[in-house]
């Protein structure tokens, strides 16, 4: 049985996901498309409204028509049903770019999956008659067929009629898809001057601004123009004055040249004899520097071997250095690794000489107490020799010797207490000792982390450096960034971590409350300018959440943990990490778990999950249920390879606390014992000295006997108990010299190893020298070498000057003999004719002569020296240069005039409409914030009066009362903020809107429950007055208890397997029947 899927609305039926029949005019009825709306809602329609919205095969649509209303039309439905693709049917519709709504680059993408062809029609309101447009994408081609009014056309004539209309899918004031929502807080104050311009401005107004910087460019060209024509032209006409008097002087040069030419005609046969000889001395010169080059280029070849021989051996003493470096580096290593033994040796030895001092002490103590015992032993001997009798004090002497046993016990436990309390020191302060070396090692690890942290993100490190000089600001903990809380518990994981949670977050700080993050990021990012990242963690704990699977279930597929398993971190931080990444739900596995990752993508469904070196992401396709999975290469671990338990250095400084805490009790109670002791002492004397008084009355020759019996029994336990020191101190020793065995080949082993360190350096540095006498030489040799091919160019370009000489006076040889014989007018095979040999007779035979001839008359020309024809000419093309360049100027002058007139003129009629236009925006987007006890204001930036091109709008606002305003902009507010922002911005637009309708798709999404509320009131309220332009407001869901008007039409979008098929939809036979249901529901 055929399951039917489908897509509709109310209440007008939307789509249908059911295949297209093959023959549609027997099983799909035809529709009839109005050309205009109803007469009773004509009226309503703004001129280019949306009257109607067909589609075929287009995205997830079979067959769809929505009739929209003229005010607010409000589409709602769950994600995936098909909302969007009513926006982007509009946008292509009406000749949009695929590229408007960021969705795919090519129109064919837009087509059903499985259709070749695609099809959508608009139907626009127009007073004289409604504009139906319809455009047909053919997907092999990627191609569209236009047609209007059913009439085949083309795409210009179609974007020509929108733009009549004012209609502008490319400008996001008008048309905001929901993949372009994020870009409105991210257009330029100057685009977005223009968007408001071409959406609610006059139509002049976006041409006056385009004018104006035209004009403005125009003019600047101009000026420059002007500028560097008035620059030549004053160069020009100075240049000129410079040259006239020259012009006046040539023309009297030139009647005494005319007389020296006919004293030269004999005198180019006289100069040519002179320079051929000239010439042969030339060549001969050129020869012997020929010579000398062909030597010198002889002697280099043997400098350059020897220089390659000497570049090889400097790469083997380099390689030999390099390696030596090798060897020494390894040797300082293993004299290190020695150093290290003989210390833990040292402390060893240490720890058996305090050992044996120890029991020398208890061994001292015994003695004492023996001695005394023997003291008292005497002088009850001494007493009992001179005693006499006395019955009748028996009792209290009695008593004596009862307090005096009791004193003595207590005094003999105080002393045990007080070497027990000596013992218990001595163990806490080498306890204490290895906990401060513990703790050391791990502030060296976290330094580490932190050194990281510098190094990549140094504003982060420099706000971590802050939080904690300033904790007493924040009421709650405030966590340092992530990646410094986190510590691994296996290094090797760490790259799945890093990988799961991006770069942004390992470097946020945890906020347990929103006004403490408040605080910190207006110090920090506002006042000292830090980019720094902040994230608060969850109310509720997800810390110790369970994962949905047990781990055990897992097992089977290779997984071995969670990623929550796989370090530590305090409980804020992983409420927010399990929270937002989820990480008591991703498992991570083996190379077993790749091996088998279809099936366990079918049969765990889980969404992400790791293996070995591989990160996979599973997703569930909304329209066709299939299973999409893809993987990525896991990138190497940067930050969570240092690993620091946090948790262990805070139980060990508990620790240490603990330990002088017991320290200080060891070192009262021994203060109190001591105290004691010389009590006990005290006493115990009071008490002999009164037993003493008693006995010397009274006979106790008995009683003395048996104390005295008593006492050497005491003396006696006491000398059995004794400690051999010299066998402790025996052992001791013996323990002590094999250490020092062990110690002396250590340093044996020590000293050998520094000596081989030393004889490595030797060996380096003598190979180090020899590298410096080999570049010694090389750089000598290439001294020489430099300094003889300096010789050789020197030579050289000496040899190429006479050879040029050489060939210059060949050519003067053969011009002088040419122009002898043109002035005798001779052939090249004729002889000198008989009367210029008589004329040549009566002349100088030589240069001088002729030379002194004409001096003269040279004399004469030689004030006019450095004057050519050219001056002349040069002269008087100036002349005309400048004519023209005047004229040019004059020309460029009068239309730059024009130019600033024009601009002055335009701009009276830009600005102050313009001024205006912004000030009604900001006087509406002001009220909306105010209604919504926050704040915000519009107005029209302008950074240089003259640059049009970088006017701009700018928008400022603040959602609470202890901030100041700051510009929109895509990363100072939060998502919410900026969606408010950009709807408020489109709301005041709504009333001042020329543009015949106006899309927001999905704005909705990124606001919380109260700025929800108070936008849809004002969308409301704004788009369902009278004259307001349409509106389409798309949203997959609402608060409950919303206000609605009756100007509203609500579009509901449905998806799923029962929907009815679209020509089994009769919407006047469904309203008979509810109201029958309606008639007869309160007779039941």
């Known amino acids: 049985m055929a399951t039917s899927s489908g897509k509709t609305s109310t209440p007008t039926p939307l789509a249908s996901k059911r295949p297209l029949p093959k023959d549609p005019s027997s099983e799909v009825p035809s529709k009839k498309k109005s050309s205009a709306p109803p007469l009773s809602l004509s009226g309503h329609f703004v001129e280019g409204s949306i009257v109607r919205i067909a589609m075929e095969n287009f995205l997830t649509y079979d067959i769809c028509e929505v009739c929209p209303g003229p005010h607010l039309n409000m589409i709602i439905g769950a994600n995936g049903t098909g909302k969007s693709s009513i926006v982007c049917a509009i946008c292509l519709g009406l000749a949009g770019k695929p590229a408007f709504m960021g969705r795919a680059d090519k129109v064919g993408f837009f087509v059903k999956r499985g259709c070749s062809k695609g099809m959508v029609e608009i139907e626009l309101f127009r007073s004289s008659g409604n504009l139906v447009i319809t455009r047909e994408i053919d997907v092999a081609k990627n191609q569209s067929f236009w047609f209007i009014n059913k009439k085949s056309t083309t795409q210009k004539v179609v974007e020509e009629q929108v733009a009549a209309l004012n209609i502008q899918v490319g400008n996001l004031c008008q048309f905001l898809p929901q993949d372009k929502v994020g870009e409105f807080a991210k257009l330029s104050k100057i685009e977005l001057l223009e968007a408001t311009e071409k959406s609610i401005g006059p139509p ?62 004999k005198r180019p046969w006289v100069e040519y004899e002179n320079v051929r000889q000239e010439y042969e001395e030339v060549k001969l010169a050129r020869d012997r520097v020929k010579d000398e080059v062909r030597k010198l280029k002889d002697g280099q070849i043997p400098i350059t071997r020897r220089i390659e021989e000497i570049e090889m051996q400097r790469h083997n003493l380099e390689a030999q250095i390099k390696a030596k470096a090798t060897d020494i580096k390894e040797t300082s290593q293993k004299c290190k690794q020695k150093q290290d033994v003989i210390e833990r040796k040292d402390k060893h030895i240490e720890e058996l000489q305090q050992a044996l001092i120890v029991k020398q002490n208890a061994e001292l103590d015994r003695q004492r107490r023996i001695s005394n015992t023997r003291k008292m032993i005497e002088d009850l001997q001494n007493e009992l020799r001179t005693t006499e009798n006395c019955v009748n004090l028996q009792p209290q002497i009695d008593d004596i010797t009862n307090d005096l046993r009791r004193v003595q016990d207590e005094k003999e436990s105080c002393e045990s207490e007080i070497i027990d309390k000596l013992k218990e020191r001595e163990t806490l302060e080498k306890e204490k000792k290895s906990v401060n070396d513990q703790i050391v090692q791990f502030d060296n690890l976290m330094n580490q982390k932190e050194d990281k942290l510098r190094q990549r993100y140094r504003d982060t490190y420099d706000a971590v450096l802050w939080l904690r000089n300033n904790r007493d600001k924040f009421k709650q903990r405030v966590y340092e960034p992530i990646m410094l809380t986190i510590n691994m518990k296996d290094n090797k994981n760490a790259k799945y971590v890093e990988n799961h949670i991006p770069p942004n977050d390992l470097r946020a700080f945890v906020f347990e409350s929103q006004e403490d993050m408040e605080v910190f990021l207006k110090e920090v990012r506002d006042n000292k300018k830090l980019r720094v990242n902040a994230v608060i963690a969850p109310r509720s704990s997800y810390a110790d959440r369970a994962p949905s699977r047990s781990l055990n279930e897992l097992k089977q597929y290779g997984f071995f943990s969670y990623l929550r398993e796989l370090f530590d971190a305090p409980a804020p931080v992983m409420s927010y990490l399990c929270s937002q990444y989820h990480i008591h739900e991703v498992p991570v596995g083996t190379e077993r778990t790749r091996e088998r990752i279809e099936r366990v993508i079918q049969e765990t469904r889980l969404k992400q999950m790791y293996t070995a070196e591989e990160k996979y992401v599973v997703k569930t396709s909304f329209y066709s249920n299939k299973v999409i999975s893809s993987n990525t290469s896991l990138k190497v671990a940067q930050f969570l390879t240092v690993t620091v338990d946090l948790e262990q250095r805070r139980h060990l400084e508990e620790h240490l606390k603990e330990i002088n805490r017991k320290l200080q009790a060891v070192e009262s109670g021994l203060i109190a014992l001591r105290e004691k002791n010389k009590h006990l002492e005290h006493k115990d004397n009071e008490l002999r000295q009164r037993k003493k008084e008693l006995l010397e009355r009274k006979n106790k020759k008995r009683q003395l006997e048996q104390k005295i019996s008593s006492k050497l029994g ?24 094999e250490i020092n065995v062990q110690k002396a080949k250590l340093v044996t082993e020590l000293t050998n190893l520094i000596k081989i360190c030393t004889s490595l350096h030797i060996q380096k540095v003598d190979l180090i020298l020899q590298n410096t006498t080999v570049i010694s030489e090389k750089n000598k040799l290439e001294s020489d070498y430099m300094a003889a091919s300096s010789q050789l160019r020197v030579k050289e370009q000496h040899f190429i000057e006479l050879d040029e000489n050489r060939q210059r006076l060949l050519q003067k040889c053969k011009e002088l003999m040419r122009r002898a014989r043109q002035v005798c007018n001779l052939g090249a095979e004729q002889t000198v004719p008989q009367e210029y040999q008589t004329a040549f007779q009566d002349l100088p035979n030589t240069l001088d002569e002729i030379d002194a001839l004409l001096t003269e008359e040279r004399s004469r020309a030689s004030c006019f020296t450095g004057l050519n024809p050219t001056v002349v000419e040069e002269y008087t093309k100036r002349e005309e240069e400048i004519e023209q360049l005047t004229e040019e100027l004059k020309i460029k002058k009068v239309e730059l005039d024009k130019y600033r007139e024009s601009i002055s003129q335009v701009k009276e009629r830009w600005l102050n409409p313009l001024k205006e236009l912004v000030e009604k925006i900001n006087e509406k987007f002001s009220n909306f914030f105010s209604s919504m006890q926050c704040a915000g204001e519009v107005d029209l930036h302008i950074e240089n009066e003259e640059d049009y091109d970088k006017y701009g709008i700018r928008i400022r606002v603040k959602f609470r009362s202890s901030t100041q305003l700051h510009e929109l902009t895509p990363h100072h507010q939060s998502g919410g903020e900026r969606s408010v922002s950009t709807m408020l911005y489109l709301m005041a637009l709504q009333e001042l809107n020329r543009c015949p309708f106006r899309v927001v798709d999905e704005i909705n999404q990124g606001m919380d429950p109260i700025n929800e509320r108070r936008v849809f009131e004002m969308v409301v309220n704004t788009a369902c007055k009278e004259n307001t332009s349409q509106y389409f407001f798309i949203t997959p869901k609402l608060l409950q208890n919303l206000p609605y008007s009756e100007k509203m039409t609500v579009l509901f979008v449905y998806n799923g397997p029962h929907m009815l098929e679209p020509n089994r939809w009769n919407l006047k036979a469904f309203q008979r029947r509810r109201r029958r249901i309606t008639f007869t529901q309160p007779s039941q």
């Open 204 to 265: 002049e107004m976006h041409r006056y601004h385009c004018e104006l910087k035209n004009f403005r460019e125009k003019e600047k060209q101009l000026e420059t123009s002007c500028k560097e024509k008035t620059e030549y032209l004053e160069k020009m006409v100075q240049r000129n004055e410079r040259y006239k008097q020259d012009v006046e002087r040539f023309y009297e040069r030139k009647r005494h040249l005319d007389l020296i030419e006919m004293l030269e005609a």
């Open 714 to 737: 005491s003396l006696k336990l006491m000398e059995q108990d004794t400690c051999n020191l010299e066998e402790e101190e025996r052992k001791a020793n013996t323990k002590i010299k």
